[in-house]
């Protein structure tokens, strides 16, 4: 199959665990982009935490942001699409967090908010958002611009029991309507809209391109990668994912310590 199109995760995927694009997976990026082939970033990180590496890897598609809530003009900066959580699910999902006294992290117009300004809102704010989170305003405030997305932070254990209880419907006493609910890292429960995935926003950037889905690989190591995984022609799993993640793969590659990008495309794109 002719690939023409890769979509690539960031974190646990593209990324080695100390947040740098290695020299190999930099070199195998440059040799099939000079080859026509259209790459793009399809991330959890709002456009903020992105930015950065889409610039320095010197890609000018749009880029997917949020597990597909935004879709950004890599360019302009311009929002070219954007779903938000409903008010009634965000102030739901805010109010449980509370509840459960967990770190809270707000996405709103890519700009970062935290509940409360603690330890674990420095760390996510400083390796992943790539900018100082504020306090949490009203959230009446924010609908007007809208709320992407909302992150649990929390101890691994206690992340994992509250997803298994989103998934069985009982984590709230009323579960918030049209709410995707998924772990993106062991710490994080991630909450954004169910009509949007990183699925469907690849079918969009690829659409504008004119490339079928048969002809698109899809590359990431998380729960919030499989839509996009399975809708891809081919979908590429690290070798660093869980084997629950594993088990979807159409390919699994090396791990993100050792270029499992870089790995996958030469095996892919000749």
Known sequence: MPYRMVAIDLDGTLLTDDKRVSEGNLAELRRVIAQGVHVIISTGRAWPGAKPFVRMLGLTLPVITSNGAMIVDSGSEDILFKKDLSPEAAKIILEGGRARMTSQIIWSANRLYGLPLDERLADYGKRFGLMEPKPMPPIETLFDVG???????????????????????????????????????????????????????????????????????????????????????????????DESVKAMADFVTKDNEHDGVAYALSRLIS
């Not at 206690?158 to 006493?173: P, R, Y």
């Not at 909450?191 to 079928?212: H, I, N, Q, T, W």
């Open 147 to 241: 709320v992407s997305k909302i992150l649990w932070y929390d101890d691994p254990e206690h992340i994992a029991a509250w997803v298994s209880e989103a998934q069985k419907g009982i984590l709230f006493d009323k579960m918030p309507e049209n709410v995707t609910i998924c772990k993106s890292l062991p710490v994080y429960a991630e909450f954004f809209r169910g009509d949007v995935s990183k699925a469907k926003a690849l079918e969009a950037v690829a659409s504008m391109y004119g490339v079928p889905m048969e002809e698109t690989i899809a590359i990431g190591d998380a729960d919030n990668d499989l839509p996009m995984l399975k809708a891809a022609g081919m979908g590429v799993v690290m070798g660093n994912a």
